[in-house]
């Protein structure tokens, strides 16, 4: 089993920036071969991706975030993390965002990702609890 943290949500202005984390922990094998993926859902809007991250650090953005978002990631022997800096933001960018570990990730861009997640049952291993962003001034 993979237990995923988030943190470093909060209110900003907008223009503003945070950077949110996730860190996967869990057996080293439940981790191996895992990627993962940023998605935001906002009150009465369905889940979107956001940003995904493969095993060789290629990277796939939503339109709406591509040149202000940038994730990264950490991956030593033992850590599995994932990183989201957020710049520039927009109101609009007001939501929970969770992170979420799957192979499926390595494999697919954030476009189809989305659609994968929606998928009753069949959708990505692991998720977060999400963290709250908020812009607003």
């Known amino acids: 089993q993979v237990h995923l943290a988030e943190s470093g949500g909060g209110s900003v202005e907008p223009g503003g920036s945070l950077t949110l984390s996730c860190v996967a922990s869990?057996?080293?094998?439940?981790?191996?071969?895992?990627?993962m993926a940023w998605f935001r859902q906002a009150p009465g809007v369905e889940r979107e991706g956001v940003a995904a991250?493969?095993?060789?650090?290629?990277?796939?953005?939503a339109d709406s975030v591509k040149g202000r978002f940038i994730i990264s990631q950490d991956n030593g022997k033992n850590t599995l993390n994932v990183n989201l800096q957020m710049n520039s933001l927009k109101r609009e960018a007001t939501a929970i965002y969770y992170c979420?570990?799957?192979?499926?990730?390595?494999?697919?861009?954030?476009?189809?990702?989305?659609?994968?997640?929606?998928?009753?049952?069949?959708?990505?291993?692991?998720w977060g609890q999400g963290t709250q962003v908020t812009v607003s001034s």
């Open positions: 979420a570990a799957d192979p499926k990730i390595c494999l697919y861009d954030i476009q189809p990702l989305t659609i994968i997640a929606a998928r009753p049952g069949k959708g990505l291993d692991y």
């Open positions: 869990g057996h080293t094998y439940a981790r191996a071969g895992l990627c």
């Open positions: 991250i493969d095993s060789e650090g290629k990277t796939s953005y």
